[in-house]
């Protein structure tokens, strides 16, 4: 048997007008579906994927004009083409089903001469997008490839030669070579200070390179959260002595262990606690609170610091938008660790939502779903990221 043309959708209340179309496509080789109403049509659309659909206007619920408007509204199935057929002949539904997005008008009754017709220059003409759509993703792909591979050699190259001055730098540091004056110490550090932040900054564009073309892997593993936010505390221990801040951990008694990838859940909560740390003042307190929710576990990272200004507030997952530091005066950062920590949360399934008030300190708020999302539909998110 010859594969079918087409695969075509009739929806329409009246069984006759389903048979008598059904029985003149089935000759010409179409393959048919038929639903009843505009309810039972949405959703066999998706789970048939039509590459058409005939679609009455006059049925209980959902009339045709709000079924095309929703198969319009939806990115998934906007392009396919609806020929709305109805008893409807005034040019104000005519114009009305054209505005809910039609491709087609025909009055009943319908020639089958004019029917078919029309069918085959529906089709035609979704068969030319597809193939326009086709052409231009796998263009936008290679060239994504492209950027991609010359952006991780770019990356290559310059942390290489950041590891030569971070490492020279680090010998200077140490005196080893010769004693250095105050002055000569001071620019040594100036130097590893930018070398530092220069190589944080390359890794971080190479993360978001990854992300944005869907090469990011996610290892999902069983995860020891109280050990990894323990941890996680100790790394920033150091700045928040220096500063006498007060740090604490509080995680609910019923949770223990999630699902995650180590390194990214790691770095979502090292970049909101050395946030925390960096932008409180001396004396402040800083902390993680974990509880559990019906969906999975939430982590709130806090502090008492600078707060964060309203018109920041709503461009601070933003990339190359660094926060600035009230409490010394000046921006620091590289304007990537929030846009990072959004996207890694966001691969896992999660969401992250931030509360603050100029002067009284911070508070973001991440969640990671109980079960994350299956490994290929991480790799779908992470292409749209």
């Not at 090292?270 to 509880?291: E, R, Y």
């Not at 990072?340 to 990671?368: A, D």
Request: hydrophobic share 40%.
């Amino acid at each position: 048997m010859a594969e079918p043309q087409a695969k075509i959708l009739i929806v329409d209340n009246e069984i006759q007008v389903v048979k008598r179309v059904e029985a003149l496509l089935i000759p010409q080789n179409y393959e048919v579906i038929t639903a009843s109403g505009g309810e039972e049509a949405l959703r066999l659309v998706q789970q048939k994927e039509p590459d058409l659909i005939l679609l009455d206007v006059l049925m209980p619920v959902l009339d045709g004009f709000e079924v095309c408007r929703r198969l319009k509204d939806n990115a998934e199935t906007c392009l396919i083409p609806v020929v709305f057929m109805t008893v409807l002949s005034d040019i104000g539904d005519r114009v009305k089903g054209l505005e809910a997005g039609a491709d087609d008008f025909l009055t009943k009754p319908v020639h089958r001469d004019e029917l078919l017709a029309r069918i085959r220059t529906s089709l035609r003409l979704k068969q030319t997008i597809d193939h326009k759509v086709h052409a231009l993703h796998r263009q936008l792909q290679e060239a994504t490839e492209r950027e991609s591979q010359l952006f991780t050699n770019m990356s290559h190259e310059l942390r290489t030669k950041l590891d030569v001055i971070i490492g020279f730098s680090e010998v200077l540091q140490e005196q080893t070579c010769g004693e250095l004056n105050d002055e000569q110490e001071e620019y040594v550090n100036y130097i590893l200070t930018g070398g530092n932040q220069m190589l944080d900054l390359v890794n971080g564009l190479l993360d978001l390179a990854k992300i944005e073309a869907g090469k990011m892997e996610v290892r999902l593993e069983e995860l020891d959260l109280r050990s990894l936010l323990a941890e996680s505390l100790e790394l920033v221990q150091g700045g928040a002595l220096a500063h006498d801040i007060t740090l604490s951990l509080e995680i609910a008694d019923d949770i223990n262990t999630i699902v995650g990838d180590k390194r990214k859940v790691q770095q979502i909560v090292f970049n909101l606690l050395s946030n925390a740390v960096k932008f409180t003042p001396d004396q402040g307190t800083a902390g993680i609170k974990a509880t559990e929710t019906s969906e999975g576990v939430q982590i709130a990272v806090w502090d008492t610091g600078v707060g964060i200004a309203p018109e920041d507030q709503r461009r601070i997952f933003e990339e190359f938008q660094p926060l600035s530091d009230a409490h010394v005066t000046t921006t620091v950062g590289t304007g990537l660790g929030l846009a990072l920590t959004k996207k890694f949360v966001e691969l896992h399934g999660g969401t992250i939502e931030l509360e603050s008030r100029s002067g009284q300190g911070s508070t973001f708020t991440f969640s990671l779903p109980r079960s994350p999302l299956p490994a290929s539909h991480v790799r779908e998110q992470s292409r749209v990221l």
